[in-house]
């Protein structure tokens, strides 16, 4: 999508139009990140977060992101890397688009990268970018995470944990073999994630078997 033209910040200008009074313009360069420019803009024409990406999101004609309705499914598309470089926040996808969303629908390297790694068209809303932060944030912490898929599970017997190893046996220190077996597992799940150097876990619960897949490179 196109930005407004000129040397100065897009963000600035979208700012500029809707602004009512006076306002000092920041000296941005036009080459600045959306995310560094962001709240900067916004304080400098007395923005909040929403206002501003209410007026991104009206510019553009795109929808304002609505973090609380993503679809966990949708993050499991692209890998932790890739949302963070390009900051966006996997928000939907059916078989016809991905939606994400993101402080800077100019990104052209973001909608090529996203879409060529999910194979389908990229859809952008507008959301701050420290909106967007703590959505990654509380998406990809492994304990976040891992406490989230765990939640619902009370107490459980040891002999009802059994951990398939297909590069050997895990050593396991006291402290370990002293805990909970949910605390265990929890434990060796999040070792063996950071060991492969995954950036997600993924744990899918069965009637009588579960899976624990690590997404490592993408795959």
């Given at each position: 999508?196109?930005?407004?033209?000129?040397?100065?910040?897009?963000?600035?200008?979208?700012a500029e139009?809707?602004?009512?009074?006076?306002?000092?313009?920041?000296e941005?360069s036009?080459?600045?990140?959306?995310?560094?420019?962001w709240?900067?803009?916004?304080?400098?024409?007395?923005?909040s977060?929403d206002?501003l990406a209410s007026?991104?999101?009206?510019?553009?004609?795109?929808n304002?992101?609505?973090?609380?309705r993503?679809?966990p499914n949708?993050?499991?598309?692209?890998?932790?890397?890739?949302?963070?470089?390009h900051?966006?926040?996997p928000?939907?996808?059916?078989d016809?688009n991905?939606?994400?969303a993101?402080?800077?629908?100019?990104?052209?390297?973001?909608?090529?990268?996203?879409?060529?790694?999910?194979g389908r068209?990229?859809?952008?809303?507008v959301?701050a970018?420290?909106?967007?932060q703590d959505?990654?944030?509380?998406?990809?912490s492994?304990?976040r995470a891992?406490?989230?898929?765990?939640?619902g599970?009370?107490?459980?017997?040891?002999d009802?944990?059994?951990?398939?190893?297909e590069?050997?046996?895990?050593?396991?220190?006291?402290d370990?073999?002293?805990?909970?077996p949910?605390?265990?597992?929890?434990?060796?799940?999040i070792?063996?994630a950071?060991?492969?150097?995954?950036?997600?876990?993924h744990?899918?619960p069965?009637?009588?078997?579960?899976?624990?897949?690590?997404?490592?490179?993408g795959?």
């Open positions: 999508m196109n930005p407004p033209g000129g040397s100065v910040h897009w963000l600035v200008r979208i139009r809707a602004s009512e009074g006076d306002h000092e313009r920041p941005i036009a080459g600045a990140s959306a995310a560094d420019a709240s900067v803009v916004a304080r400098s024409y007395d923005l977060d206002d007026l991104v999101a009206d510019y553009f004609r795109l304002v992101a609505d973090m609380g993503a679809d949708a993050a499991m598309l692209i890998p932790e890397t890739m949302a963070r470089k900051r966006v926040f928000l939907a996808e059916d016809r991905f939606v994400v993101t402080c800077d629908p100019t990104n052209v390297e973001a909608e090529s990268a996203l879409g060529f790694s999910t068209p990229l859809l952008f809303e959301a970018p420290g909106v967007i959505a990654l944030d509380a998406r990809f492994p304990e891992v406490e989230t898929l765990l939640g599970l009370g107490d459980v017997d040891e009802a944990v059994k951990l398939v190893e590069l050997g046996p895990e050593s396991i220190s006291e370990d073999v002293s805990a909970t949910v605390v265990k597992l929890t434990n060796l799940i070792r063996d950071i060991t492969a150097g995954a950036s997600d876990i744990i899918e069965g009637r009588r078997l579960g899976a624990v897949r690590y997404r490592v490179d795959v």
